[in-house]
């Protein structure tokens, strides 16, 4: 029943104050409108997290918040803990307005001098500006070149023949060894000195357009119209300007570089290009993905997310001869679907989710034997994750239950029942706040006179490395971006220089601070391992998480464990699940296995 699912707490961070929505600009609004939950700037204060992040880096004092009347629902409870002393007083503040994001840091870790110095006295090297000035002289040229890309179709599957023409322009720059692999990623090697690790610099080339979107680029003066103008052909523009500024300038560096359009990186492509790349058969010691536009932007963070298709299926029949006979799939969608908008998510670390997409039904005058939703869970700590993908699970088994019981309908034969596949499983993770990639890309923008405006997290082909504790990061192909996404996308092409010389500055220096050099070794680090405070939910989730593996490495079982753990209980499940493991190694679902009898 509803009342099931209402009231059911989940151990984990954050104050539980659901999602606030953000409105207005001042600090001084003391109710739940604000994007801090009313509270005001000196009332706020950064008190950590036992996940992988906490994105709350305020200072101040923590009240009692002032809680309004919510509908009944499922809520995250439980307190954070204070970060070490270390972090908190090595961090200085800037204004914070309450429209801001709250994924978004608002008091920046400092810029070690150790990489600062060093940066900017390679800055001052003569080739290095002569690589400078030739990125501004061949801005014209490279918009051109952006705008040849776009015009190849490469939605995400059929990158292929996008795929082709890089392989022509990386071979005319003078690339080594370059081909495409077995998953389809061109793959563009600069041989180093042989003496430093391998650094892979890679842009996404598919679009989320599928096959048959016309694309024509419409200029007006530094104005471009076109879908995928700007996502990701600016991040490609800058892969393959960053090339020719190497090799015309013929700097050198200890590791070879592995310049790389990676495949499937938008929707259901699930960053699988990436995922091949880091699959442990390559041995690359840091990573820079080129996503985005925005020079004032870098990401220490990676947003992880589980993307699940909900299917539900029955016999269906005729509105008026079957009424009360049978019950409806849509009707079990929309059930579960409500409960879904009652759960509750903490206000950090972020967490969301979405039914993004539905479909369903035969006719007007049809009990509907099938409707699917396609549900996109995102979070910054892998714990919240976990949380959320249970109480996610339990919303849709409660809704299918529900409507069997509805209608009285025992009989397995007629009732509706649950599907579950897994579509889509970005991992997620935080690097260091001085990770050598993350300082050098601060001291590189600290010398092309950029401000860091946005120090936040994302979900890019950065993933998965970061996942693994390799140093990595996103940058961004300069100029700006709009209503990228949508057939209406533009770009504007303004300075559009800066983004080839971030990450040409951000490869060029080195351990030792000089041209040439490589980037420091990687550390590798693990991921948080999941709180103990989530590691086991209480009567309103699904399931228990084993502590001893990162949420992304856990076996593909997890995603038939809520029904399981479910029927372990005495609750009828109503489901088959699919789960991840096939979809890791590239293979199709089996068939659905026997699902569990009815109530």
């Not at 961070?13 to 953000?22: F, Q």
């Not at 471009?224 to 052909?233: E, R, V």
């Not at 753990?565 to 109503?574: I, N, Q, V």
Request: hydrophobic content about 35%; charged content about 25%.
């Amino acid at each position: 029943s509803r009342t099931q699912a209402s009231g059911a707490v989940v151990q984990g961070s954050g104050s539980g104050a659901g999602r606030p929505r953000t409105k207005g600009n001042s600090m001084t609004k003391g109710t739940e409108e604000s994007g801090m939950g009313g509270r005001r700037l000196e009332d706020v204060k950064s008190d950590g997290n036992a996940g992988i992040l906490d994105q709350r880096h305020l200072i101040g004092t923590f009240p009692k918040p002032v809680r309004k009347k919510r509908a009944a629902g499922i809520e995250f409870g439980g307190k954070a803990a204070r970060p070490p002393e270390r972090i908190r007083a090595s961090v200085r503040t800037i204004p914070f307005y309450s429209n801001m994001r709250m994924d978004i840091m608002t008091e920046l870790p400092p810029l070690l001098p150790e990489y600062l110095e060093p940066v900017r006295a390679l800055f001052e090297k003569p080739r290095v500006k002569q690589a400078m000035k030739l990125l501004d002289d061949g801005a014209e040229a490279a918009m051109v070149m952006q705008c040849e890309l776009c015009e190849i179709p490469a939605p995400t599957f059929h990158e292929e023949v996008r795929a082709a023409e890089i392989v022509r322009r990386m071979k005319a720059l003078g690339l080594k060894d370059v081909h495409v692999d077995e998953i389809g990623n061109v793959i563009g090697r600069r041989p180093g000195r042989g003496d430093g690790p391998v650094l892979a610099i890679g842009a996404h080339m598919d679009t989320v357009f599928p096959e048959g979107t016309p694309i024509k680029v419409r200029r007006e003066g530094d104005r471009y119209w076109a879908p995928g103008i700007a996502d990701n052909c600016c991040g490609l523009r800058c892969l393959l300007e960053t090339i020719r500024a190497f090799e015309e300038t013929g700097v050198e560096t200890e590791g070879d570089i592995w310049f790389v359009g990676t495949v499937g990186e938008e929707g259901n492509g699930d960053i699988r290009g990436s995922k091949h790349l880091f699959n442990g058969t390559n041995h690359i010691g840091g990573f820079l993905a080129v996503d985005n536009a925005d020079m004032g932007r870098l990401l220490y963070a990676a947003i992880g997310s589980h993307r699940y298709r909900f299917t539900i299926t029955g016999p269906g029949g005729h509105s008026w001869t079957n009424f009360s006979e049978c019950p409806s799939a849509v009707h079990a969608m929309c059930l579960a679907g409500a409960k879904v908008a009652h759960v509750k998510v903490p206000e950090g670390p972020r967490t969301t989710f979405t039914i993004g997409t539905i479909k369903g039904g035969t006719s007007v005058n049809t009990i509907a034997a099938s409707c699917q939703v396609d549900v996109d869970m995102r979070s910054l700590d892998d714990g919240n994750l976990a949380a959320l993908e249970a109480m996610i699970f339990k919303c849709f088994e409660e809704g299918v239950a529900e409507e069997n019981a509805i209608w009285g309908v025992t009989d397995p034969a007629k009732q509706v029942r649950l599907e579950v596949t897994m579509i889509g499983d970005r991992p997620g993770g935080q690097r260091p706040h001085d990770c050598p990639v993350l300082q050098t890309s601060r001291a590189a923008m600290d010398c092309l006179g950029l401000e860091l405006k946005r120090y936040t997290c994302s979900s890019t082909d950065a993933n998965k490395p970061v996942s693994l504790g390799i140093p990595a990061t996103c940058l961004s192909g300069g100029g700006a971006m709009y209503r990228t996404h949508t057939v209406d996308e533009y770009y504007d092409a303004i300075h559009i220089e800066e983004g080839p010389k971030m990450v040409f500055l951000t490869r060029t220096r080195g351990r030792r601070g000089h041209e040439g050099a490589s980037p420091e070794a990687p550390c590798r680090l693990s991921l948080n391992p999941i709180p103990s405070s989530l590691s086991k939910t209480t009567e309103g989730a699904a399931r228990e998480r084993p502590q001893a593996a990162p949420f992304h490495e856990v076996s593909g079982e997890r995603a038939s464990a809520a029904a399981k753990s479910l029927s372990e209980r005495g609750k009828p499940a109503f489901a088959t699940f699919r789960g991840s493991r096939q979809l890791r190694s590239g293979k199709r679902n089996p068939a659905p296995r026997a699902s569990a009898g009815p109530a």
